[in-house]
């Protein structure tokens, strides 16, 4: 059973552009979570999804960001026009109903 | 706002030693848990304990409770050059809509140990 997966692992973009983080949950976890984590810093919840569904997605900025968990395929978080304080490591978490999440690798994204 | 803190924020020890960790929180609840971190790298889930339960061990791992407190402590045992990491406590804060379980993290704790 393979884990948590995450493409890319590292991912540069030039302020304006767009970036799209990839998360593929484990097998059998239908609940979807993504964190951000600063440099020094613990990580910060941003949104939580079922399939889907989002079902909270109170830690998601207001503007530039919004996230997807389709029916078939990964889970994307998408940011347009990025931007320099945009840096940081995006992680995912799945979990079964309501229990441990199990975390990606995360996906580092610089913005030049 | 951050939910846990972790105390002290970087510790030093020899191979051997124990080390333990503090954490705090504000608010009640259902869940606390301890991740590691190493540099560059994605979170570790280390140990669960729920809000009814005081006390738990695995292997070299020991987590306490006190909800009174609000408070958890993590002990590492003979604790070896591979335990160098950073430790974070990950609290659950249920949404007030939808029942999200969504982790509150602390900033972290660096654990250096020394050969």
């Known amino acids: 059973n393979a884990g948590v997966m995450q493409n890319p692992r590292h991912l540069v973009r030039r302020r304006g552009q767009e970036a799209r983080l990839r998360c593929s949950p484990m097998?059998?976890?239908?609940?979807v979570y993504w964190y951000r984590q600063l440099p020094e810093e613990g990580l910060k919840f941003m949104v939580y999804?079922?399939?889907?569904?989002?079902?909270?997605e109170s830690g998601m900025p207001k503007e530039r960001f919004s996230a997807e968990f389709p029916k078939e395929g990964p889970s994307i978080l998408r940011i347009q026009q990025v931007v320099r304080g945009d840096s940081a490591a995006y992680f995912c978490?799945?979990?079964?109903?309501?229990?441990?999440?199990?975390f990606g690798p995360g996906t580092r994204l610089t913005v030049l | 706002s951050q939910q846990g803190e972790e105390d002290p924020q970087a510790l030093s020890i020899q191979e051997g030693e124990n080390a333990t960790m503090n954490c705090s929180y504000k608010?009640?609840?259902?869940?606390l848990q301890w991740y590691r971190q190493n540099s560059g790298r994605g979170l570790v889930h280390l140990i669960l304990?729920?809000?009814?339960?005081r006390e738990k061990h695995s292997g070299r791992l020991r987590v306490t409770l006190d909800t009174s407190k609000k408070s958890s402590s993590l002990l590492i045992t003979a604790s070896r050059a591979a335990d160098t990491a950073s430790y974070f406590c990950?609290?659950?804060?249920?949404?007030?809509?939808?029942?999200?379980?969504?982790?509150?993290f602390g900033k972290g704790m660096k654990l250096t140990v020394n050969p």
């Open positions: 990950a609290t659950d804060a249920l949404a007030a809509q939808g029942g999200s379980e969504k982790l509150v």
């Open positions: 304990i729920r809000s009814n339960e």
């Open positions: 978490a799945s979990s079964p109903l309501g229990y441990t999440q199990y």
């Open positions: 608010t009640s609840i259902n869940n």
């Open positions: 097998k059998g976890h239908s609940h």
């Open positions: 999804l079922q399939k889907e569904n989002i079902i909270d």
